[in-house]
């Protein structure tokens, strides 16, 4: 059974950093790109960030280009989102998601994610 398993959120003060941490199982997922999302109370789930599968490329939400990093480590099957600067409206419950298979691509939309976690609520106070 495949399973994403986020960590790491929590309460933080706006201008402070948190990383969190998606650790899979049940599949190996080196070779495929990985994601974030996040979705706030009554809005959509909104694309974070994204990375190929190698970790040679990212991208980037405009709201969170220059304060967030996405990186992986394929030897422990995990991904990770550096998020620092943090603004009240960053608050969310954080998601990261897999393709179904492996892909050079670096997808952004929703539709495009089969595999999800329970996700990590992120709350930033002002």
């Known amino acids: 059974q495949v399973q994403l398993v986020e960590s790491g959120g929590g309460l933080v003060q706006a201008g402070g950093s948190l990383r969190l941490a998606c650790a899979a199982s049940g599949r190996n997922f080196g070779s495929s790109p990985m994601g974030w999302f996040r979705q706030a109370p009554g809005k959509e789930r909104d694309f974070v960030a994204a990375?190929?599968?190698?970790?040679?490329?990212?991208y980037y939400a405009g709201s969170v280009k220059g304060r967030f990093t996405i990186s992986r480590d394929n030897a422990k099957n995990t991904v990770y989102l550096q998020m620092n600067s943090l603004k009240p409206e960053d608050a969310a419950v954080y998601y990261c998601a897999a393709p179904f298979t492996g892909s050079q691509n670096i997808p952004t939309r929703i539709y495009e994610y089969y595999y999800w976690g329970q996700g990590t609520q992120v709350t930033v106070s002002s």
């Open positions: 990375i190929r599968w190698n970790g040679g490329n990212t």
